[in-house]
Each structure stands twice: as structure tokens, then as C-alpha cells.
């Protein structure tokens, strides 16, 4: 039986002003990823990268009042400094569908790089409109590590 994706996605770009190398670089090292992947107030508790296609990736996420959310995944297609694809998908019972996000890193000239993100196959739409304002919220702190 074939699997059936859903065709609700979502796409983001962002310019930050660095090189294409090194944004790649603060979406791949886990030391990097504990500074940016978790939206607003929330931290990052844990960052595990094994960086090959096939490799796993694991992020631990907690909030001011104590609450953790784990995020698990597999690296799909990598090409530095230029693409990554990985499946997403939160380890609860509440979300338990799997995901695939495409980012692209484009250079725009000298330390200049415009990052395109394809967040794809949610089950809703509300699922979705979740993770713009996620994917946001992380984004906004990316520059402070990578400018």
C-alpha cells in the first residue's frame, strides 16, 4: 500500500549576513543548533547531529515552565553548504506524524545568504500554521549566532 503524503506546507526564507558555510554550519553542529532550535523562551536541552544521509538527529526543547518537547528525525540528502533534507517529527502522542523539511542555502554575494525553508506533509492545517510561527520564533534567533 502506498504511503500518501499530505500537501499542506509551509515556506519560509531569510537573509542573514553571513556565508552560505557558515549558516550551513549553525544547522548541522549540535553545539550550534542548542543556541537557535527552539522558538521564543524555549531552550535547548539536548542536541544530538549524526551528519550522513541515513544519520539520526535529536533535540530536546524545554520551556520556562518545565515542559519538554523532543524532536527526532533522519538526514535524508546533504550537500554543504548548499542543501539538507530530514524528516521531522515530535516524540508525543499528540503529534505523532512524520514530516520533511528542505532548507537551502543560497549565496547572495560576500557573506550574504538566503536560507529557504520547505516544511511539508502536514495532516492539518492547524498543524502547520503551528510550526510557521516555530520555525519563526527559531529563525528570529539565528542571526545572533551567525552575524
Known sequence: MAKSHSTVSLRLTRIFEASRE???RAWTRPEEL????APGALTVELAEVDLRPGGRYRVHMRDPGGIEY????????IQPPRRL????????????????VTVEFRELGPGRTEVALLHER??????CAMHVKGWN???DKLPALVE
Do not use: I
Not at 523532543?70 to 540528502?77: F, K
Not at 502536514?122 to 498543524?127: C, E, G, I, R, S
Open 137 to 139: 520564533g527559531c529563525l
Open 70 to 77: 523532543r524532536l527526532v528525525g533522519a538526514y535524508e540528502e
Open 34 to 37: 542548542r543556541h537557535w532550535l
Open 22 to 24: 557558515r549558516v550551513f
Open 122 to 127: 502536514f495532516p492539518t492545517d492547524a498543524m
Open 85 to 100: 533534507v530530514f524528516s521531522w517529527q515530535w516524540a508525543s502522542e499528540e503529534m505523532p506524524v512524520e514530516t520533511r
